[in-house]
């Protein structure tokens, strides 16, 4: 009885530390969007800022409704928050920088 005990702990302590780093992008996440320019957005052929910060700001909310849970809400949210730091953070920084050359 006492392995099973820990393994419930180990599970608890992972699932708990997974939905801190998913809370953590999606703050960063949202954070990045509310300083960008919104015309970045749609020069490069992205949602406007206002969907984009819609966006986050429910993912961040739907992470918040389910603390360490991480239902099927906070997958959607998780989904969502990878969408804008791998597809969209990159291209609309790299719009507001300039060529790297």
């Keep these: ?8 702990g180990l599970t608890t302590l992972i699932m708990l530390a997974l939905w801190l780093v998913a809370l953590g992008a999606t703050i960063f996440a949202l ?3 509310i300083r960008q320019r919104p015309d970045a ?3 490069v ?3 406007s800022k206002p ?3 819609a966006i986050l700001g429910v993912s961040l909310l739907l992470l918040l409704l389910s ?3 991480l239902g099927l809400l906070a997958f959607v949210a998780i989904i969502a928050t990878g ?3 791998a597809d969209v953070r990159p291209k609309v920084d790299e719009i507001q920088r300039g060529p790297r050359w």
């Design 45 to 47: 052929d992205k949602q």
């Design 67 to 69: 603390p360490a849970g």
């Design 51 to 53: 969907i984009w910060l």
């Design 83 to 85: 969408i804008y730091l």
């Design 1 to 8: 009885m006492g392995q099973v005990n820990t393994v419930h």
């Design 41 to 43: 957005f749609t020069a």
């Design 31 to 33: 954070i990045h969007a």
